[in-house]
């Protein structure tokens, strides 16, 4: 079945710190890959994708994802983090057996950046 | 700046009563999904649509029902509203492309519905 996992519930980090925000993922086929964010009472934001290329994703924000074919694993980074940071953060993958109109979520991560 | 307006941000409603959330694109966007977003649970797909008058069922459709009568338009349907029902509901559109897969999808600010 296809599905993503991210395990952690809440992730914790002090401003300046590098963060990394784990997913998983199981899917038939190549995989297409999304992270998406959502701030406080806000819809989500779309802030980088896996499609095909490089494994090192660059996207908003100073975000960046690594794709590791082996671990299926697509972890969110970002170098230094910032308390503007603070949000729930979700990791997708595109359902490609339904013609790519899915995608499957996970259940979330939120990073709390603290001054 | 593109945008997907859904037009209740908060509802309170009774049991029975029937819920329509409404959602408009001006993207000109093939494709609309309504989600249900729960502490815990992620995103679940309620319906899509992938053309005006077409919907498709998504991993839980049980107690909602959808209308699509024109492109940018996408309605959800809670006929008679239940308190497992309350949630944060979110309104995304896509457009249909030759590489589908890799389009993103866009959201709405979400409609969070309590139902008492």
């Known amino acids: 079945a296809q599905s993503v996992a991210q395990p952690e519930d809440q992730v914790n980090v002090a401003e300046g710190n590098p963060l990394t925000v784990k997913c998983t993922y199981s899917?038939?086929?190549?995989?297409?890959l999304f992270w998406y964010v959502q701030y406080p009472n806000r819809g989500l934001q779309f802030l980088l994708k896996?499609?095909?290329?490089?494994?090192l994703v660059k996207g908003s924000y100073g975000f960046e994802a690594e794709f590791n074919k082996s671990q299926t694993s697509f972890h969110l980074k970002k170098p230094s983090a910032l308390v503007s940071d603070s949000a729930l953060y979700f990791c997708?993958?595109?359902?490609?057996?339904?013609?790519?109109?899915?995608?499957?979520f996970g259940a979330g991560t939120r990073l709390f950046v603290k001054a | 700046d593109v945008k997907v307006t859904q037009s209740s941000r908060y509802l309170v409603k009774r049991t029975g009563e029937k819920v329509f959330l409404e959602c408009v694109q001006d993207?000109?966007?093939?494709?609309m999904f309504w989600y249900r977003q729960d502490p815990g649970l992620g995103l679940r797909l309620i319906y899509f649509?992938?053309?005006?008058?077409?919907?498709e069922k998504g991993d839980i459709p049980e107690g909602y029902s959808v209308s699509r009568e024109k492109k940018e338009r996408f309605s959800l349907i809670l006929e008679s509203a239940s308190t497992n029902q309350t949630s944060m509901y979110l309104c995304?559109?896509?457009?249909?492309?030759?590489?589908?897969?890799?389009?993103?999808?866009?959201f709405g600010a979400g409609s969070r519905l309590t139902v008492l």
């Open positions: 995304a559109s896509t457009t249909e492309g030759h590489h589908s897969g890799a389009n993103v999808l866009t």
């Open positions: 899917v038939s086929g190549n995989p297409y």
């Open positions: 896996y499609i095909t290329g490089d494994n």
């Open positions: 997708a993958v595109r359902d490609m057996r339904t013609g790519g109109f899915k995608t499957i």
């Open positions: 993207m000109d966007h093939e494709n």
């Open positions: 649509s992938y053309d005006v008058k077409m919907k």
